[in-house]
């Protein structure tokens, strides 16, 4: 696999990629309108698909005058799709603004940056995967919650180096994603079971849990950690029985904007989607936030494609690698 960044982490600089690299992307309505659906979901993911639809705009609209207009919208649209991920964000970023040049074409240079953003998130997981195995047993038993595509890859790498290895994943409601993890988990031969969101304490504390190993939506520079809802009751219960809390998370689940300050929004989603509205009994409200805040304590270690990072060293990782541009959205 081609892997985009150099040896200290800084990504090259990178080319124009050939017109019609975006073609058949959606646009920038489509892809936002997947999405806030959640038809695209997974927070590397959504950033990926944001960052090429900002390219399809740009190769579709090279020669507009009001391009960067357009560009600036188009990033709006995008960003109110989902709230909490900052990798869209980043993935917004990056793409409008992280090119080396940005003025003489500003079409190319958005279609680079969006290029460079894929390129880096898709070269990830196999460098966060080779870091979690170095800390993973053999015969180890390790806990997922939600479906993180990167605790995927880390814990698919893990079974390929280590014998043994068998993974307990919740299931996540509401939308079930821990019945995504167990699948795919499955298909690649690793011994997974099946568990409800309620029983993973107990699980943790009966079946030798080692690790608890879970995704990323946002990392303040705090060392907290924004993750699917139910994440921070998992990580509690890990730390009572001193079970390790793993977080595999790319780079751009880093949050530059809360070094000003800002506090990641914890998206709140329809009731529909934890109780059909017909069978809710009377008098009774439904709230159904997704994302919590697990605390900087709790996280053992982030594992991500630039290096293994304590909670404390979190502040000045993002200072280092994030330098905040005046345009950024
Ligand atoms: P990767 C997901 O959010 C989960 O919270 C998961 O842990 C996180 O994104 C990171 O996923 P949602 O989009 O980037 O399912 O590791 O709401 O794939």
Request: hydrophobic fraction near 40%; glycine fraction near 8%.
């Given at each position: 696999?081609?892997?985009?960044?150099?040896?200290?982490?800084?990504?090259?600089?990178a080319?124009?990629?050939?017109?019609?690299?975006f073609?058949?992307?959606?646009?920038?309505?489509?892809?936002?309108?997947?999405?806030?659906?959640?038809?695209?979901?997974?927070?590397?993911?959504?950033?990926?698909?944001?960052?090429?639809?900002?390219?399809?705009?740009?190769?579709?609209?090279?020669?507009?005058?009001?391009?960067?207009?357009?560009?600036?919208?188009?990033?709006?649209?995008?960003?109110?799709?989902?709230?909490?991920?900052?990798?869209?964000?980043?993935?917004?970023?990056?793409?409008?603004?992280?090119?080396?040049?940005?003025?003489?074409?500003?079409?190319?240079?958005?279609?680079?940056?969006?290029?460079?953003?894929?390129?880096?998130?898709?070269?990830?997981?196999?460098?966060?995967?080779?870091?979690?195995?170095?800390?993973?047993?053999?015969?180890?038993t390790?806990?997922?919650?939600?479906?993180?595509?990167?605790?995927?890859?880390?814990?698919?790498?893990?079974?390929?180096?280590?014998?043994?290895?068998?993974?307990?994943?919740?299931?996540?409601?509401?939308?079930?994603?821990?019945?995504i993890?167990?699948?795919?988990?499955?298909?690649?031969?690793?011994?997974?079971?099946?568990?409800?969101?309620?029983?993973?304490?107990?699980?943790m504390?009966?079946?030798?849990?080692?690790?608890?190993v879970?995704?990323?939506?946002?990392?303040?520079?705090?060392?907290?950690?924004?993750?699917?809802?139910?994440?921070?009751?998992?990580?509690?219960?890990?730390?009572?029985?001193?079970?390790?809390?793993?977080?595999?998370?790319?780079?751009h689940?880093?949050?530059?904007?809360?070094?000003?300050?800002?506090?990641?929004?914890?998206?709140?989603?329809d009731?529909?989607?934890?109780?059909?509205?017909?069978?809710?009994?009377k008098?009774?409200?439904?709230?159904?936030?997704?994302?919590?805040?697990?605390?900087?304590?709790?996280?053992?270690?982030?594992?991500?494609?630039?290096?293994?990072?304590?909670?404390?060293?979190?502040?000045?990782f993002?200072?280092?690698?994030?330098?905040?541009?005046?345009?950024?959205?």
């Amino acid at each position: 696999m081609a892997r985009p960044n150099d040896d200290d982490g800084q990504p090259p600089a990178a080319p124009v990629p050939p017109k019609g690299t975006f073609a058949q992307i959606p646009d920038v309505a489509a892809t936002a309108e997947a999405i806030g659906s959640m038809e695209v979901r997974g927070a590397a993911r959504i950033g990926r698909h944001a960052a090429r639809a900002l390219g399809r705009l740009a190769e579709e609209h090279a020669d507009d005058a009001d391009l960067d207009g357009r560009l600036m919208e188009a990033g709006r649209t995008l960003l109110a799709a989902r709230p909490t991920a900052v990798s869209l964000r980043n993935a917004i970023n990056l793409t409008l603004f992280g090119a080396d040049s940005e003025d003489a074409d500003r079409g190319g240079a958005v279609r680079a940056g969006a290029q460079r953003y894929v390129d880096i998130s898709l070269a990830a997981p196999e460098r966060i995967a080779a870091a979690f195995v170095a800390q993973v047993p053999d015969g180890a038993t390790l806990l997922t919650h939600c479906h993180s595509s990167l605790a995927e890859a880390c814990i698919i790498e893990a079974h390929r180096q280590r014998s043994d290895i068998r993974v307990f994943a919740d299931e996540t409601r509401p939308w079930w994603q821990g019945h995504i993890t167990s699948g795919r988990l499955a298909a690649a031969g690793v011994e997974v079971t099946l568990i409800v969101d309620s029983a993973a304490h107990h699980i943790m504390e009966t079946k030798g849990v080692d690790l608890l190993v879970t995704g990323a939506d946002t990392i303040t520079a705090d060392g907290g950690l924004y993750n699917k809802i139910g994440t921070r009751a998992v990580s509690l219960g890990a730390q009572s029985l001193d079970i390790p809390h793993i977080v595999a998370a790319e780079t751009h689940k880093f949050s530059p904007y809360s070094l000003k300050g800002d506090v990641p929004q914890v998206e709140q989603r329809d009731a529909s989607e934890v109780i059909d509205p017909g069978r809710l009994p009377k008098g009774v409200k439904v709230e159904n936030p997704v994302f919590d805040r697990t605390a900087p304590g709790l996280v053992e270690r982030y594992v991500t494609d630039q290096g293994v990072l304590a909670p404390s060293e979190v502040r000045a990782f993002v200072v280092d690698r994030f330098p905040i541009k005046e345009r950024w959205i």
